[in-house]
């Protein structure tokens, strides 16, 4: 059965930081690009990073350049989250998607399998 599993959420106070973690069961993270994907309620999906297999090429979300930094660990089947300097903006649902890396990535194009998320809040 596949699973993909988001953990790492938190209540936390702006300026915190936050390192979310997607792991999988059922198969090897290692051979998906994977993205992460914010939601807040009453607004679509948001893609806010991308990363292909390998970690060599990783997209964000211009807002979040310079205080997200996604990466992966391959040996451990794992993709990581950091999060820094949150902001209010920042808090929602993240979830994780796995699929075919593509330059759409952040769209969602090609990630086939997503996990049921894990909730950000940011108080000030």
């Known amino acids: 059965q596949y699973k993909v599993m988001e953990s790492g959420g938190d209540s936390v106070q702006s300026g915190g930081s936050l390192r979310l973690s997607c792991a999988a069961s059922?198969?090897?993270?290692?051979?998906?690009?994977v993205g992460w994907f914010r939601q807040v309620p009453g607004k679509d999906r948001v893609g806010v990073a991308c990363?292909?297999?390998?970690?060599?090429?990783?997209q964000y979300l211009n807002s979040v350049k310079g205080r997200f930094t996604i990466s992966r660990d391959n040996a451990k089947n794992l993709v990581f989250l950091e999060i820094n300097g949150l902001k209010e903006e920042d808090a929602g649902v993240y979830y994780c998607?796995?699929?075919?890396?593509?330059?759409?990535?952040?769209?969602?194009?090609?990630?086939?399998?997503w996990g049921k998320g894990t909730q950000v809040t940011v108080s000030s």
């Open positions: 998607a796995l699929g075919r890396y593509s330059e759409n990535c952040l769209v969602g194009t090609g990630l086939d399998y």
């Open positions: 059922g198969f090897t993270v290692s051979v998906y690009g």
């Open positions: 990363i292909n297999t390998r970690g060599d090429d990783i």
